[in-house]
Every structure is written in structure tokens, then in C-alpha cells.
């Protein structure tokens, strides 16, 4: 199964909670910081809301 490296370029200071709270969800506190997820749908709508703080790269 593919795997995605999310990594936090912006803060989330100035953004909806909705979007803090998935940044938190997703496991990222600070930017910089990398996690690796599972490719499912639930991450692909994750990573869509907050597309615009964050960096993905495919995993093999």
C-alpha cells in the first residue's frame, strides 16, 4: 500500500479551526515537521483541507 509523507511549510496561526484541528489529526504540531500516512481517502480529504500549509510526496 502507498504511503504519503506530509510536511508542514505554514503556520496555522491565522487559519479556521476546522483546518488547525485537521493539522492535528494528522499528526503535525510545527512547521517542518514530517509524518508518514496511509494512502486512503480519509488522508486524501485531510490533506485537501489544508493543502494550502502543508507538502505531500507518494511513498513507495
Excluded at 508542514?8 to 489529526?25: A, G, P, W, Y
Aim: charged share 35%; hydrophobic share 30%.
Amino acid at each position: 500500500m502507498a504511503t504519503l509523507r506530509v510536511t508542514q511549510i505554514k503556520s496555522k496561526v491565522s487559519e479556521k479551526q476546522n483546518q488547525r484541528d485537521t493539522l492535528r489529526s494528522l499528526g503535525l504540531k510545527r512547521i517542518g515537521q514530517s509524518v508518514e500516512r496511509e494512502d486512503t481517502p480519509q488522508t486524501r480529504g485531510y490533506v485537501r483541507t489544508v493543502a494550502h500549509l502543508v507538502k505531500v510526496e507518494e511513498i513507495d
